[in-house]
């Protein structure tokens, strides 16, 4: 087993309102000598985030040139450069490189906190971790299967017609070992966070795991702080699949403690009308006084 720690870049749109997206990964194994610092290159979802104030061909050219930079001490850390031979043992290495990189507040592009962990694979660790944490949330390609992004684009225009434009903004939970970036959150006493889950799978088997995976996302997550969690589900298209479908919306549903909606769409009218309320409440209570 190898150990590793790995960090996430952020593209950090604007810093007054916090708006950010995960757009990199930057792992580090130092047994290993192993360095590895990747960029999301499709940027629709980020343009699609932040309109027409976001210059696709700055993103473009900027990742390339951090990529070049991190490929060289990559490169010199393979080769054992005494460049980096003072921090080599320190539990903070790859802290240390992300600063040499990205300086605090140096421009648009932020990491965050380091995590770690250890794994028997490397590349496949980082694969997952990529995968998990900055693609995500990209279209895949080639598929019928009603898609999460498309299910958001319809619930914001819900939203939006309760005249709630930005009241939802992207929200982190965060653990010790542990943190997902989630579609959206609003406060109502606490955070309460708001995702689509599709289950619209070609196979029951796989309905069912995708479940069991949201059911360990919530228990990795709800020591952490008191949340509460409202999905968003979209039903398999085919009806052979139904009895898949319930038996995932119960084991969703067994994290009760911190699941307070599983909408399915075109079904749960009046759970949805109730969601709405609470943001509309959530919202009102936010608003800035009109007196003075």
Request: charged fraction near 30%; aromatic fraction near 10%.
């Amino acid at each position: 087993m190898t150990g590793y720690q790995y960090t996430l870049v952020r593209y950090v749109h604007n810093e007054g309102s916090g708006e950010c997206v995960n757009v990199g990964l930057a792992f580090l194994a130092p047994e290993e000598r192993f360095l590895r610092v990747t960029f999301n290159r499709r940027y629709s979802r980020i343009s699609q985030f932040f309109r027409k104030a976001f210059d696709g061909d700055h993103y473009r050219n900027m990742i390339r040139a951090l990529g070049s930079q991190f490929d060289q001490i990559a490169k010199d850390l393979k080769n054992e450069s005494s460049m980096l031979a003072p921090f080599r043992e320190t539990p903070n290495d790859l802290a240390e490189i992300m600063e040499r990189i990205l300086p605090e507040d140096s421009t648009t592009f932020r990491w965050g906190p380091i995590c770690g962990g250890v794994t028997k694979s490397t590349d496949a660790r980082f694969g997952r971790l990529f995968k998990e944490f900055v693609t995500r949330h990209d279209r895949p390609k080639g598929t019928s299967h009603r898609q999460e992004s498309r299910m958001w684009v319809d619930f914001e225009r819900r939203v939006n017609a309760r005249n709630l434009k930005g009241a939802l903004k992207p929200y982190t939970l965060k653990s010790n070992l542990y943190q997902y970036e989630f579609y959206a959150g609003f406060q109502n006493g606490k955070p309460n966070i708001i995702e689509p889950i599709s289950l619209d799978c070609g196979k029951g088997p796989t309905i069912l795991e995708k479940a069991n995976i949201w059911t360990g996302r919530l228990l990795a997550l709800k020591d952490c702080e008191d949340f509460a969690f409202h999905a968003i589900l979209a039903p398999p298209a085919n009806q052979s699949l139904r009895e898949y479908f319930d038996q995932a919306r119960r084991v969703l549903g067994s994290q009760d403690d911190v699941v307070r909606h599983l909408i399915v769409e075109n079904e749960d009218d009046d759970q949805l009308e109730e969601l709405l309320e609470e943001i509309d409440s959530a919202n009102q209570a936010h608003a800035p006084s009109d007196g003075g």
